[in-house]
């Protein structure tokens, strides 16, 4: 029999978290991962092409005002506006997503209002409303205020009868709903084709990227943005009579933005890429 000892032995197995820890989880936005490829949204650039239906209108002044921050002002032509729906296909640099139809196709809904930030024209989109969780989370990251919402529009038919033409008399219709609500409605019937494109689809986007406070004592941190996007290409441009509705707004704030006068309608396919934001100079 051998007597028992205490000495404790010299070695020791090693634990998972000293073998496999080589890198803290990472990714360029949640959820983190060892890798990073979990992340929800792949790192810029995007690349974005899309076939839009937009209407211009124009808001009360005063109302297009409240929406601006103290840097904005609303510029030469106060209370122009557009309401501008879209269906986008977007990948990463890689073109990985377009092997998925289901992650790079999502449609969108958005307001814009015309203003300058020292004599330099802006747009501010003070709503968004989009169909799919990753371009909801990559437009919070840009400062974009959007929601989710059901985004439909026809689109143009090159064959048979289920669809308009982009030619004289084509009607395109497209509509908004949002938490059982019939939000949006706007038509196109397209008459020619137009000089150029429409003003407020050629301005920078000016956002506010903002993160709450969340921490006891801490302040929310806000940036006035832009963008900087390259690789714009526009379609040809149809233009015609537009007609623009907002039939059950959710909130009083909205109904400022309805419109007063409805103007031109556009139907038209648009490409970008877009690399990362810029922030305005501090007044």
């Known amino acids: 029999m051998t007597a028992p000892t205490d000495t404790a032995p010299t070695d020791t197995a090693p634990t998972p978290s000293d073998t496999a820890r080589t890198a803290p989880p990472h990714g360029y936005t949640l959820p983190l991962s060892p890798s990073g490829r979990s992340a929800m949204v792949t790192p810029p650039p995007w690349h974005f092409s899309g076939d839009v239906v937009m209407a211009d209108y124009r808001v009360d002044p005063e109302a297009a005002a409240r929406f601006l921050p103290p840097e904005l002002t609303l ?12 269906e986008w296909q977007w990948c990463s640099d890689d073109g990985a997503e377009l092997a998925d139809p289901a ?51 026809i689109r143009p038919a090159q064959v048979g009868k289920a669809g308009p033409r982009l030619a004289p008399g084509g009607r395109f219709d497209a509509a ?36 709450p406070a969340w921490l006891p004592g801490e302040e929310p941190v806000t940036r006035l943005v832009t963008s900087e996007v390259s690789d714009v290409e526009f379609s040809e441009i149809w233009t015609g009579r537009a007609e623009l509705r907002f039939p059950d707004l959710p909130d009083a704030d909205l109904a400022g933005l309805v419109p007063v006068e409805v103007g031109r309608g556009y139907v038209f396919s648009y490409a970008e890429t877009l690399h990362h934001g810029r922030e305005l100079e501090p007044a």
């Open 176 to 211: 908004l709903s949002a938490g059982g609500r019939r939000v949006a409605e706007a038509a196109v019937t397209v008459e020619g084709r137009a000089d150029g494109p429409p003003f407020l689809h050629t301005v920078p986007l000016v956002h506010t990227r903002l993160f």
């Open 75 to 86: 510029g030469p032509d106060p209370g122009a506006a557009a309401a501008v729906f879209a």
């Open 103 to 153: 992650r790079c196709r999502f449609a969108e809904f958005l307001i814009l209002l015309a203003c300058e930030y020292r004599g330099r024209p802006l747009a501010r989109c003070p709503y968004a409303w989009v169909d799919e969780p990753v371009p909801l989370v990559r437009g919070w990251i840009q400062g974009m205020p959007k929601q989710f919402g059901q985004v439909h529009q």
